[in-house]
């Protein structure tokens, strides 16, 4: 799989990774593509499918990144981040 | 006795809660995994005495680290359990409340961080979440104790709850969309001014500059205050009042003999000598009042204010690439901070690290590269006398060596990396009350755990000294001391003591008469070489023999290595 980083330009309405998304573009989360066990730890940190997030900040080298999750922040490695999956809005 | 156990996610003031009803101050920060064991008191509530248990924080009943692991077997010992949720999270925080209620034991919930609700715009209904739940629930802010006294009563009506079944996971989620659509309404509000700016410490243009700036800051400051405290508080102290009079009062009663030399050494009123007289209650007193002490409490304080502000997570994030070449992620910097203050918690704070090979990573890293505060106090005495650029060699040395190793170990340890998954929490003001409460609590944790240590190994080096044993052993390790490392045979006292305390034994090198560029080399080697033997033990429970074993073997050639190759460097062959 070709690995697209943060930044890449995405013209498509379907869900993507959240790594497509730039710093302060907002999405909402639309499903959550990881095991159960990582799933629900994903929602208990409130990373939950219908939840608007936005990009606070990228961490460079293929740092974690930071999102604004309804008003809290979290930061997440960026192969987890690919895990979740969104919609722009 | 009944036993209540203080059970919550991260991060939302469990550790408040106990303090404010056992009086016992625990330690509470603003990160999520402060707390990595379970830690009791008692607590009287309606004239009966309850034993108290404050736990780790954890977002659900399936742990993901072994301090979560902790929470959730104390969830089984509790008769009672008081669950605190973050109000300004309840849908995050409904999860696990619903997991605990769900287990039909008898609890009650404190909605905490109440104050924060407001200017969040977020309205709870507690009575019909009351009614939702089954179980009481107060609102409560533990850090301005509003709330409490009714918390407490309210533990007399702990129940178990009657409106909720056993639920799988699934509906279980489903469950916390209802009660939220239910009782919570929040009303939107518009980033304020001041979290935009905040949000500026975790990008990276703007963040790492800051962070460089923030650390050298509090580098240069504990050296600085640690070293006023020292010249205009507790010299002249030792100096002018302490010395004269104990040196004074023993003369009266012992004036000469073994008893003497051993409580005052070689300190006479004329010539006061704290340093290198080494009696008990000269240089025993003198080495963790008169100069750890001073550094240990500006350490602690601007520690206590980086924590309560919440700017530790925001590091964690900037060095979490970093860390990641090093086998670690960024959470790691928290026990590797904590561990420059002394290292025993530091290892006990890896375990919020997910995996073994992280865990046996950090620790390893932290025994052989990262002196603990009492450690830095004695370097920051002695070798600043001869200028900052040999302070500067050390720490240089040192992290260099945490580079190199952590590179090697993360290819050669087997087991899983995994990446960052953390909760950044809002900054919030330190409350300065709170401030000193800590430092106080951190400092007098350090006195307690070194006087009486300081003392036994000042006894053992009177004992080895009298007996002749320190010269016979000098003797037999001359050939790696002077030979390879370029050091007097005396410094094996020094080697001998660091396995007990590191402030002593470096204390032990003063006599010994050496240039800068010796005392650098021991000061490095006395890092490397072995843990204090509280570090040891605390390695042991928490790795094992196996893997302690492994991690001593390492520190022994890491040592030596370093030892002969900064021999090279700084005085030659
Ligand atoms: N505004 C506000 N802050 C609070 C309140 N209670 C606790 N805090 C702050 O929240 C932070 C976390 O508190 P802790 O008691 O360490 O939280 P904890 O639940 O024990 O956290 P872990 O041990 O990491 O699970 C600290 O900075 C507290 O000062 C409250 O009621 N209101
Ligand atoms: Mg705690």
């Not at chain 1, 990774?17 to 990582?38: D, H, Q, W, Y």
């Not at chain 2, 309560?308 to 979490?320: F, H, M, Q, S």
């Not at chain 2, 490095?524 to 001593?552: D, H, M, N, Q």
Request: aromatic share 8%.
């Amino acid at each position: 799989m070709v690995e697209k980083r943060v930044g890449d330009t995405n013209t498509d309405r379907g869900p993507v990774p959240l790594t497509m998304l730039l710093p302060g573009e907002r999405a909402k989360i639309v499903a959550l593509g990881a095991g159960s066990g990582r799933q629900r730890h994903f929602r208990t940190m409130g990373l939950k499918e219908g939840k608007i997030v936005v990009i606070i900040a990228t961490q460079p080298a293929r740092g974690p990144l930071v999102i604004d999750v309804e008003g809290t922040l979290i930061a997440i490695g960026r192969g987890m981040a690919r895990q979740i999956l969104i919609q722009k809005i | 006795m009944k036993k209540i156990t203080l059970m919550g996610c991260p991060n939302v003031g469990k550790s408040v809660v106990f303090s404010r009803l056992t009086g016992v101050n625990v330690i509470s920060s603003n990160y999520p995994g402060t707390t990595v064991d379970f830690i009791k008191g008692t607590t009287f509530i309606g004239g009966e005495k309850f034993e108290l248990i404050d736990v780790p924080g954890t977002y659900s009943l399936e742990p993901t680290s072994k301090a979560e692991a902790v929470a959730q077997t104390m969830l089984h010992e509790g008769d009672i359990v008081i669950t605190v949720v973050d109000a300004t999270h309840l849908e995050r925080n409904l999860y696990l409340t619903l997991e605990i209620l769900e287990t039909k034991k008898p609890a009650v919930i404190a909605l905490n961080m109440w104050d924060e609700t407001r200017h969040l715009g977020i309205d709870i209904d507690v009575t019909k979440l009351e009614r939702v739940l089954g179980v009481p629930i107060v609102p409560t802010c533990a850090i301005c104790g509003t709330g409490i006294k009714e918390l407490s009563s309210a533990v007399g009506d702990a129940q178990q709850s009657k409106t909720l079944k056993q639920m799988s996971e699934e509906e279980r989620w489903l469950k916390v969309g209802e009660i939220i659509r239910d009782v919570q309404v929040v009303h939107h509000r518009h980033h304020t001014i001041w979290e935009r700016f905040a949000d500026t410490t975790v990008r990276p243009t703007t963040g790492i500059p800051l962070a460089i700036l923030v650390i050298l800051l509090m580098f240069l400051f504990i050296i600085e205050v640690g070293n006023v405290i020292i010249d205009y508080l507790m010299d002249p102290l030792f100096y002018t009042y302490y010395g004269p009079w104990i040196v004074g009062a023993v003369n009266s009663f012992v004036p000469s003999g073994l008893l003497h030399d051993l409580l005052v050494g070689t300190s006479t009123i004329e010539s006061l000598d704290f340093e290198q007289s080494l009696g008990l209650l000269t240089t025993g007193f003198y080495i963790p009042f008169g100069i750890v002490l001073p550094f240990v409490i500006t350490f602690y304080f601007m520690l206590s204010i980086l924590e309560d502000i919440g700017y530790l997570p925001r590091l964690a994030v900037l060095v979490d690439t970093g860390l990641h070449k090093l086998g670690l992620h960024g959470s790691a910097i928290v026990p590797t901070i904590l561990g420059c203050g002394c290292n025993v918690p530091g290892a006990l704070a890896t375990r919020i690290l997910e995996t073994e090979k992280q865990r046996f990573i950090a620790m390893t890293l932290m025994a052989i590269s990262i002196p603990c505060m009492a450690q830095s106090a004695m370097i920051f005495a002695i070798l600043g006398r001869y200028g900052m650029k040999w302070i500067l060699i050390v720490y240089s040395t040192l992290l260099v060596l945490y580079i190199l190793l952590g590179l090697l170990l993360k290819r050669i340890v087997k087991g899983e990396s995994p990446e960052l998954l953390l909760e950044v929490p809002p900054y919030r003001k330190p409350d300065p009350r709170t401030l000193l409460k800590k430092t106080w609590s951190k400092a007098y944790g350090f006195l307690a755990e070194a006087v009486p240590f300081v003392i036994v190994g000042i006894f053992i080096v009177n004992l080895l000294s009298v007996s002749g044993m320190i010269d016979i052993l000098a003797r037999i390790f001359s050939p790696i001391l002077t030979t390879v490392l370029g050091l007097p045979e005396g410094a094996i006292a020094a080697l001998l003591l660091g396995i007990l305390r590191k402030d002593i034994a470096i204390g032990m090198l003063l006599p010994l008469g050496m240039t800068p560029q010796q005392l650098t080399i021991s000061c490095i080697i006395l890092t490397t070489y072995f843990p204090c033997i509280a570090t040891f033990v605390v390695l042991f429970r928490e790795l094992g023999s196996l893997a302690l074993l492994k991690a001593a073997g390492l520190m022994a050639v890491v040592s030596l290595s370093v030892g002969i190759i900064m021999r090279v460097i700084l005085i030659g062959i």
